[in-house]
């Protein structure tokens, strides 16, 4: 999957406020997981409660990082 910069904020911006309570589903193995749509119709992202937590984590270093890249390069 890739973004363009905008495409990134608003994904940032829309899923930044969800809850992991939220959407919680339990797996047939009782494991407790939130599925994620994303723009493409084909991938749907599978988060445990760590899994959801690291990979906001990720999304905060990569705006960071998005930031970063505009100052250098804008």
Do not use: C
């Amino acid at each position: 999957m890739n973004f363009s910069f905008d495409q990134f904020d608003a994904f940032y911006v829309a899923t930044k406020k969800l809850d992991f309570d939220d959407y919680l589903e339990t797996r047939p193995d009782g494991r407790q997981v939130v599925i994620l749509s994303t723009p493409f119709p084909d991938i749907s992202l599978v988060f445990t409660r760590e899994e959801w937590h690291e990979f906001f984590t990720k999304i905060d270093e990569a705006l960071y990082m998005k930031r970063v890249y505009e100052i250098v390069y804008y």
